[in-house]
């Protein structure tokens, strides 16, 4: 009879050790997944690249001669020559 209740107490044991486990590895999932969307970075001006138009973010962009803005290395070198 000894034995069983020492088996029963062990059950039980692992039994709660296992339930708060888990509960803790679903509270480390929860904390790890942002509760909402992320948004996207702050809008950043807007610029025209001088030789072909196309729109592109500022940072991006080339500086060329006489204040104009340039897509790529190669449209600022068309543009100069």
Same mark, same amino acid.
């Given at each position: 009879? +000894? !034995? ?7 059950? #039980? ?7 708060? =486990? ?6 480390? &999932? =929860? &904390?790890? +997944? $942002?509760? &909402?969307?992320r =948004?996207?970075?702050? $809008?950043?001006e807007? #610029? ?5 138009g196309?729109h ?9 001669p006489?204040?104009g803005? !340039? ?8 543009a &100069?020559?």
């Amino acid at each position: 009879m +000894k !034995y069983l209740l020492v088996l029963f107490v062990v059950a #039980v044991a692992i039994w709660l050790w296992r339930r708060n =486990r888990r509960e803790e590895m679903e509270e480390a &999932a =929860r &904390a790890a +997944k $942002p509760s &909402a969307p992320r =948004r996207a970075g702050e $809008p950043q001006e807007m #610029v025209r690249c001088a030789h072909c138009g196309l729109h592109l973010p500022a940072s991006d962009a080339i500086a060329g001669p006489g204040g104009g803005v !340039y897509c790529s290395i190669a449209h600022r070198q068309a543009a &100069a020559g």
